[in-house]
């Protein structure tokens, strides 16, 4: 039996109008012989509202507690999705994370997935059954509910793919699918109707929001099929597949704007051997991503340490900077949230030299002004001031002829 | 070590403020060095939101959806209160009902209790740490999660007690205790500092809402000594002791007054061997609870039957009384919901002969007229037109001097 794993989440299942339109069209998919596991997240802003009682009780919520209470979110999804498929006569069978096989580490709020046991998911769906499955969840070796943090129900959705051997695995969100760039910055933006892994890890880590990395990366590793379509249409959008079936095209596949980095500053860190190490390790340690560093040599012999944070660990980095600042005998520390990281992304770019330089003029001829650059083998990434990112996203955009694909 | 189970209802978790008044007094609680379960209801009226979720989905949700639909709400507040205890620095272990060893009938919605592992909350609490317990759920032996339906949580806790051999099963609600009539109705009422197992559950069965018959009889079956205290002072109300430790006291303990049945009368019925058995076999089966029966046979050789059914059930029980009625030739079916079910309850009417006569006459002095009648061993109910409930209490409480106890 071919078994095609969907995956919808929170907008796709936010009311009860809305999951009897999946519901539907899952019926009419069974109907075609396609065996049918569903993933679920947490209907609308539920896990928020959840979060936000937590934050309530303490600064620090006891993450075992947390991860007990989040699980209640795709628990009611899945709940309600077995009621909607039962009443239009829909055979079906519901699944919590650890009914699911899905074994994970035990750090709460952030667990690694392990080993997944599909079997009694299988089992359910070779009996003819649709198989409801809560994402975002799993268990721990001392049999505590955990959660997986960032990637959630996409990663849950396709690691039961690659463990039941799934035909294919279909993301549904509320938009069309993945853009050559975001079509609210970019009226010309193109759907990418094919892309491939490398390229939408890279678009995904520079911050497009359609896929999580992490759950590409799961597909890249087992060489699942994944599929980005429109919840509300159920068409398809955007295919990931394996680099060699991607026929020469563009330079350049995607531009993602990322505006939820902030910029820190220390001034005058002193140039001794190992300083920047020192400035790192209790950044790394309290769990905080760095992304882009530089570092810039002024005359007096000192240098100035810029990088890159989430936003919402701004303040964290500021205190641990400012901590550490003092203990080097460095000077201020400063931070910017006024800022946007554009990232050019595409396989070409191994093929072509000069891409990078071509996108650092092309913002120059409009005044731009670039902070930080940072590169890796498909992509080239630039911070610059906010309020010029939809000007940026633009010029790329025409620069790099992605309107023309 | 002295384990005491406490459990508290929807109201007294029914926010986070509730919460960590409640969480205040565990932690003072344990520091007396007291080994302490706690059991809880859903906050508020989350499960009555969860219900209606449900039934917009269908006329008659899946059960075994709806069962871990509801199940959400108990596990949402064992996780709140987990953090709160946390918070100030209590150990404490949270346990759904499958962890909890909550054993069930795979009876979706209204599950029986097979057996109670109280190993994983024993060793929890031996531990030192606070044992929190989900309320109303369970675990089928087809690994699916139960709801345990009437009486939930009070009748987890009881159980639980039970199991664990505690000292005490604390039932925490909104009111101060059982009291000797409805407060609201009848301003004398007085409460309630001891009864019997026996008078609880006949008060319970007939319509106090304090704490469910089911909890009730378990506590006598194993000898769990049950009290009532209110959340907001964490005062003792009302115990519930063998009847062999209460001393000679009234007559009458306690008066209680039940609205939420209705009456179904089926005319004409034929004078036939067998008609009244046709007639409940069909409600019985539909499992609706049928309390008072009261058969009158007119002149002309028919009976008129009528009988009370809980309010919620009156739909079902009509239509079915309907086709019945129909079959054994019977005629027209009425109902009706303006009636209130009054009961005297108390251990003394044993030794006291004449009790239910001088209900009567204490109610015809006021022209109170008494549509039916019923009687166990230590409780008389009567059916009265509602309108005069809340007389009938008040002359019933002075009878039977209960404002002088």
């Given at each position: 039996?071919?078994?095609?794993?969907?995956?919808?989440?929170?907008t796709?299942?936010?009311?009860l109008?809305?999951?009897?339109?999946i519901?539907?069209?899952?019926?009419?998919?069974?109907e075609?012989?396609?065996?049918?596991a569903?993933?679920?997240?947490?209907?609308?802003?539920?896990?928020?509202?959840?979060?936000?009682?937590?934050?309530?009780?303490?600064?620090?919520p006891?993450p075992?507690?947390?991860?007990?209470?989040?699980?209640?979110?795709?628990?009611?999804?899945?709940?309600?999705?077995?009621?909607?498929?039962?009443?239009?006569?829909?055979?079906?069978?519901?699944?919590?994370?650890?009914?699911?096989?899905?074994s994970?580490?035990?750090?709460?709020?952030?667990?690694?997935?392990r080993r997944?046991d599909?079997?009694?998911?299988?089992?359910?769906?070779?009996?003819?059954?649709?198989?409801?499955?809560?994402?975002?969840q799993?268990?721990?070796?001392?049999?505590?509910?955990?959660?997986?943090?960032?990637?959630?129900?996409?990663?849950?959705a396709?690691?039961?793919?690659?463990?039941?051997?799934?035909?294919?695995?279909?993301?549904?969100?509320?938009?069309?699918?993945?853009?050559?760039a975001?079509?609210?910055?970019?009226?010309?933006?193109?759907?990418?109707?094919?892309?491939?892994?490398?390229?939408?890890?890279?678009?995904a880590?520079?911050?497009?929001?359609?896929?999580?990395?992490?759950?590409?990366e799961?597909?890249?590793?087992?060489?699942?099929?994944?599929e980005?379509?429109?919840?509300?249409?159920?068409?398809?959008?955007?295919?990931?597949?394996?680099?060699?079936?991607?026929?020469?095209?563009?330079?350049?596949?995607?531009?993602?704007?990322?505006?939820?980095?902030?910029?820190v500053?220390?001034?005058?860190?002193?140039d001794?051997?190992?300083?920047?190490?020192?400035?790192?390790?209790?950044?790394?340690?309290?769990?905080?991503?760095v992304d882009?560093?530089i570092?810039?040599?002024?005359?007096?012999g000192?240098?100035?340490?810029?990088?890159?944070?989430?936003k919402?660990?701004?303040?964290?980095?500021?205190?641990?900077?400012?901590v550490?600042?003092?203990?080097?005998?460095?000077?201020?520390v400063?931070?910017?949230?006024?800022?946007?990281?554009?990232s050019?992304?595409?396989?070409?770019?191994?093929?072509?030299?000069?891409?990078?330089?071509r996108?650092?003029?092309?913002?120059a001829?409009?005044?731009?002004?670039?902070?930080?650059?940072?590169?890796?083998?498909?992509?080239?990434?630039?911070?610059i001031?906010?309020?010029?990112?939809?000007?940026?996203?633009k010029?790329?955009?025409?620069?790099?002829?992605l309107?023309?694909?």
């Amino acid at each position: 039996m071919n078994i095609i794993v969907q995956k919808y989440g929170g907008t796709s299942v936010a009311d009860l109008e809305k999951i009897r339109a999946i519901a539907g069209r899952i019926a009419k998919r069974r109907e075609d012989g396609e065996g049918i596991a569903v993933v679920l997240s947490a209907m609308g802003d539920s896990t928020d509202q959840l979060v936000g009682m937590a934050n309530e009780i303490s600064k620090a919520p006891d993450p075992c507690a947390m991860d007990l209470l989040l699980a209640t979110g795709e628990q009611i999804s899945i709940a309600l999705m077995a009621m909607t498929l039962k009443e239009l006569g829909v055979p079906c069978e519901t699944f919590m994370g650890f009914e699911a096989g899905f074994s994970t580490s035990g750090d709460h709020c952030k667990a690694r997935i392990r080993r997944v046991d599909p079997s009694a998911v299988k089992a359910s769906i070779e009996s003819g059954k649709v198989a409801i499955v809560a994402g975002f969840q799993g268990i721990s070796e001392s049999n505590e509910i955990t959660t997986i943090g960032r990637g959630g129900s996409d990663t849950t959705a396709v690691a039961l793919a690659a463990a039941l051997g799934a035909g294919r695995c279909e993301i549904y969100t509320d938009v069309d699918g993945v853009f050559t760039a975001d079509p609210s910055l970019c009226k010309d933006a193109k759907l990418l109707e094919k892309s491939s892994y490398e390229e939408m890890m890279e678009l995904a880590d520079a911050g497009a929001k359609v896929l999580h990395s992490r759950s590409v990366e799961i597909a890249a590793k087992y060489g699942v099929v994944l599929e980005v379509r429109s919840s509300s249409t159920g068409r398809p959008g955007t295919s990931l597949i394996p680099e060699s079936e991607i026929s020469e095209g563009s330079v350049i596949s995607g531009i993602s704007c990322n505006l939820d980095e902030a910029k820190v500053s220390i001034r005058k860190v002193p140039d001794k051997v190992g300083v920047t190490a020192a400035i790192f390790k209790p950044i790394a340690r309290a769990g905080i991503d760095v992304d882009l560093i530089i570092q810039t040599v002024s005359e007096e012999g000192f240098t100035e340490l810029s990088f890159t944070v989430p936003k919402e660990d701004l303040r964290r980095a500021m205190t641990l900077a400012e901590v550490v600042a003092r203990e080097v005998d460095a000077g201020k520390v400063t931070a910017s949230g006024d800022i946007a990281k554009i990232s050019i992304v595409g396989l070409g770019m191994r093929s072509h030299a000069g891409v990078a330089h071509r996108m650092f003029d092309a913002l120059a001829r409009e005044g731009i002004s670039i902070q930080m650059i940072g590169t890796s083998e498909i992509k080239v990434s630039v911070v610059i001031d906010m309020r010029r990112a939809e000007d940026a996203v633009k010029i790329l955009h025409r620069e790099f002829g992605l309107a023309d694909r």
